[in-house]
């Protein structure tokens, strides 16, 4: 029978990666006085999927948080840095626009700029107003390839950024990290699970029979899900009627020289291709809808658009977007692809691993498993994969491309939620950021407007300000920004620095 009190004393983590390894470092870190074993268990068999290298702010945090020092993450992971995604052709052939990192302009009123510069450009023009972008740093510089984290410039100095890293790299580096803490790792391979009379998982089994016992279970196992799925049959929410696409194929390139500081998607025919530029190679992959495209002609669409030469196979990755119906079941803490799969069109997913692991830290257990701590963290981690999805599904909502694929895109349902923002902002522009929500009225904002989802006019409180003095106050930004911008070493040279000149 199942001990249902007291502390934890055992978590095994089912899979290693990113999502099994951010998990062991974050909890042998918390639990300082080594009061619960901590196990990985992976199979050297079984290959890491690894399509996650592009991150997103919060990462830097995290690092933080694990106690990694952010020159030597850099070093071992072959990581860049990233300011920004850049979404190329979405509105058709030739368009571009970003969804930048940080903040537009500099503090000017009781409303964010956007709202004055939207004003300026229905009163005044496009020629004084400028374009949303010039008031962005981090557009700005991504265009120029420029990058450093800090600029005495700026009011608060600190640049907002992201990497792009080697996702197996960042693996094993955690891994070092999580051993020396005291992690254990076991190199077996798992076939099967016991159940205890209650229903939790009182053990994982091996391939040669033996078995491993534990209070916790945090599966990062993959899509497989052997235990949130496999043993407790938790279920799963599928999301293809409002993101379609379900293949990927992924191929590396050689290095780019000029390693551009952000991410780049861009629309093809029947999905996007994304581009992340390391310091030993670039990351390939097309995202795209197998009732359009086969995975020849995907592949074949993927090796003609390579940014240099291809140093890798195509490899052919299945997917079903949506989420579990419970992150939490009994034991079972599912972390990464086993909880849940959305396309990585803005780098949010080793962001859901690492704010599902903040939430179980904050929800952090003991023996008796309390369902008031479970449901919370479900409700939570939902909601969070709900807000993500949103912004996804307008990416393919709002298109403006003449293919089949995106005809139906344009046209399918979209979620209530999803709706309420697009009407709200159609007004005055406005963007509510609920709860801890993820994504601020930055992105919002950039994608709204990048996608022309115009307001209908400027927010009305910035009728308190006199035009005059809003395209003097404007001006001036565009001017301070684009000047920092100029004295920013180029982003190649700035990672050269930290890891060397052959980066």
């Not at 956007?114 to 374009?131: F, I, N, T």
């Not at 008796?368 to 449901?375: A, G, L, P, T």
């Not at 307008?394 to 694929?405: I, L």
Request: with cysteine; glycine share 8%.
């Amino acid at each position: 029978m199942r001990d249902a009190s007291g502390p934890l004393r055992k978590i095994v983590i089912v899979g290693g990666g990113t999502a099994g390894w951010m998990a062991a470092v974050a909890l042998s870190k918390m639990l300082e006085n080594r009061f619960c074993e901590i196990h990985v268990v992976e199979s050297s068999e079984i290959g890491i999927v690894g399509v996650g290298e592009a991150t997103i702010p919060p990462i830097v945090q995290m690092n933080r948080l694990l106690g990694l020092d952010e020159d030597e993450f850099i070093r071992k992971t072959k990581a860049t840095f990233k300011l920004a995604i850049q979404f190329a052709d979405w509105m058709g052939d030739g368009s571009r626009y970003y969804h930048p990192f940080g903040q537009f302009g500099l503090a000017m009123g009781p409303l964010a700029v956007p709202h004055y510069w939207r004003r300026l450009l229905k009163e005044r023009g496009a020629d004084a107003a400028g374009s949303l972008d010039d008031y962005s740093l981090t557009s700005i510089a991504s265009t120029a390839n420029r990058f450093q984290r800090q600029h005495p410039l700026l009011k608060g100095g600190n640049i907002a950024y992201a990497f792009h890293f080697d996702a197996s790299l960042y693996a094993l580096f955690l891994r070092e990290r999580a051993e020396a803490q005291g992690v254990i790792r076991h190199d077996r391979r798992i076939t099967g699970h016991r159940l205890a009379e209650d229903g939790f998982v009182d053990a994982v089994v091996f391939d040669d029979g033996e078995s491993m016992d534990s209070d916790l279970f945090i599966d990062c196992s993959g899509f497989r899900g052997v235990l949130i799925e496999e043993a407790l049959q938790t279920g799963y929410d599928d999301w293809t009627h409002w993101l379609p696409c379900d293949r990927a194929v992924a191929m590396p390139s050689e290095r780019m020289p000029e390693l551009p500081p952000y991410t780049r998607s861009t629309a093809r025919s029947a999905g996007w291709q994304w581009r992340i530029g390391l310091q030993h190679r670039t990351g390939n992959g097309l995202v795209y809808c197998s009732r359009y495209l086969g995975e020849d002609e995907a592949a074949s669409i993927l090796t003609s658009n390579l940014p240099t030469p291809a140093c890798g196979e195509p490899r052919q990755l299945r997917f079903v977007t949506g989420r579990r119906k419970l992150m939490w079941n009994k034991n079972v803490v599912a972390l990464g692809l086993a909880s849940g799969f959305l396309e990585p069109l803005e780098s949010t997913s080793i962001h859901l691993i690492q704010s599902g692991i903040e939430k179980l830290l904050q929800l952090f257990p003991d023996r008796s498993f309390r369902k008031e701590d479970s449901d919370l963290y479900n409700k939570l981690v939902a909601l969070e994969y709900e807000q993500v999805r949103d912004l996804i599904v307008f990416h393919y909502h709002a298109n403006g491309r003449p293919e089949p694929f995106w005809q139906e895109c344009r046209e399918a349902p979209i979620p209530d939620s999803l709706q309420e923002r697009i009407d709200l902002y159609r007004g005055y522009g406005r963007i509510f950021r609920r709860e801890d929500e993820l994504f601020s009225a930055v992105s919002w904002t950039s994608v709204f407007e990048g996608k022309n989802h115009h307001a209908a006019g400027p927010d009305p409180i910035t009728a308190g300000m006199p035009i005059d003095r809003i395209e003097r106050t404007l001006s001036k930004q565009r001017q301070i920004i684009a000047d920092a911008v100029k004295t920013m070493p180029p982003h190649a040279d700035f990672v050269a620095g930290i890891a060397g000149p052959q980066a």
